[in-house]
């Protein structure tokens, strides 16, 4: 473990609002986890979205809205829905794939949207286009150099697999190039189009040893380079509290259907705590995700144990050689 890199702890009275506002989406990115029988197909009409986001809304509380998809800016009404996010106190994110449908950038400006994050999986388009498609590599980038010079608050997701985890540290003198000062490093989940080519004998995931000996050593050689890098936790240390979202932070996963998470973990399932309603939240009845919360088990994360056992090893005496972390909980390592 870097021992620059910080843990982010969970922040009581930050409400963190992860906005599905469409599941369509113009790219099929071979790791997708956008599981449309469980997610739904519709596309939020204007209205709706603005009364959604008036749910969460709270004054009281420094809230985050992170407008996502699908694709969110095949959204028609995006902007209406920045703006109104704005009006409601929300600091806002999107989160894209680089293709900026509907002039984004000249429609919303830096002032409304406080940050704009683009998905990029390898440092070249030989690294990405076999993960994300064709031709995807140039447009995503000259994307963000067209969000870097009109001012934008530019940041990079790179979403971590065997098959781009050699490339990662390319990923530096590219930021560095274009201008971009904030690097999120993402875990593959086995969930939505991983998940079927895990079951078809192709490995996605990363062993522990190569994600603890790559991961945390480029993120501080990104930092070096001026580069905030935000990394998953992922392993917990012998002396490390685990802590579950679910009981101790305020994250909503909204999908278009109106099933609201608090665990992304349990989002292929329909064990969702809350559902909107004609435009109310209601507690889902039933057996949700809220009551696996509260298991306490040697794995850490019990979510993870239940759908992803794979990813915990144990020793001779069967005990678990990590713990696994809350998949929300971060690190960083901030430039010097
Ligand atoms: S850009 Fe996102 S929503 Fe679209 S296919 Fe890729 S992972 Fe799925
Ligand atoms: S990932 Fe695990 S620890 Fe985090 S909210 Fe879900 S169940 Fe809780």
Not at 144 to 155: E, I, P, Q
Not at 218 to 234: L, N, S, Y
Request: aromatic letters at 8%; one cysteine or more; charged letters at 20%.
């Amino acid at each position: 473990m870097s021992p620059r890199a910080r843990t982010v702890g969970f922040q009581s009275g930050e409400r963190n609002i992860f906005f599905h506002i469409l599941t369509a989406c113009n790219l099929s990115c071979r790791h997708c986890y956008i599981n449309k029988e469980q997610h739904g197909t519709e596309m939020l009409s204007r209205a709706t979205m603005e009364r959604w986001l008036e749910l969460f809304a709270d004054p009281a509380k420094k809230a985050n809205v992170i407008f996502l998809g699908g694709e969110p800016t095949m959204h028609p009404d995006l902007v209406h829905g920045i703006t109104k996010a704005k009006e409601l106190g929300f600091d806002v994110t999107v989160d894209s794939n680089g293709y900026l449908f509907h002039d984004l950038l000249e429609k919303s400006s830096p002032e409304q949207l406080d940050f704009l994050s683009f998905s990029l999986d390898g440092p070249d388009a030989s690294v990405n286009d076999p993960i994300r498609g064709e031709g995807v590599y140039e447009i995503c980038t000259a994307n963000m150099r067209k969000a870097v010079s009109a001012g934008y608050n530019v940041s990079v997701i790179y979403t971590v697999s065997s098959l781009n985890i050699k490339h990662l540290h390319r990923m530096i003198p590219l930021l560095t190039e274009i201008g971009i000062k904030r690097f999120f490093i993402q875990v593959i989940g086995l969930r939505g189009n991983s998940a079927s080519e895990n079951t078809d004998g192709f490995n996605w995931q990363v062993s522990p040893d190569e994600w603890l000996a790559i991961v945390p050593a480029v993120a501080a050689q990104a930092a070096d380079a001026g580069i905030h890098v935000t990394f998953p936790k992922v392993f917990l240390q012998k002396d490390e509290k685990f802590e579950c979202a679910g009981i101790v932070a305020e994250n909503y996963f909204i999908f278009p259907n109106g099933r609201v998470y608090r665990c992304p973990l349990c989002e292929d399932h329909p064990i969702h705590a809350l559902t909107i309603r004609d435009d109310k939240l209601i507690v889902s009845p039933g057996l949700t995700e809220d009551n696996f919360f509260q298991l306490n088990i040697a794995e850490g994360c019990v979510m993870n144990k239940l759908l992803q056992p794979d990813t915990i090893s144990y020793d001779a005496q069967g005990n678990p050689e990590h713990r696994i972390s809350c998949c929300l909980l971060k690190q960083e390592i901030l430039p010097e």
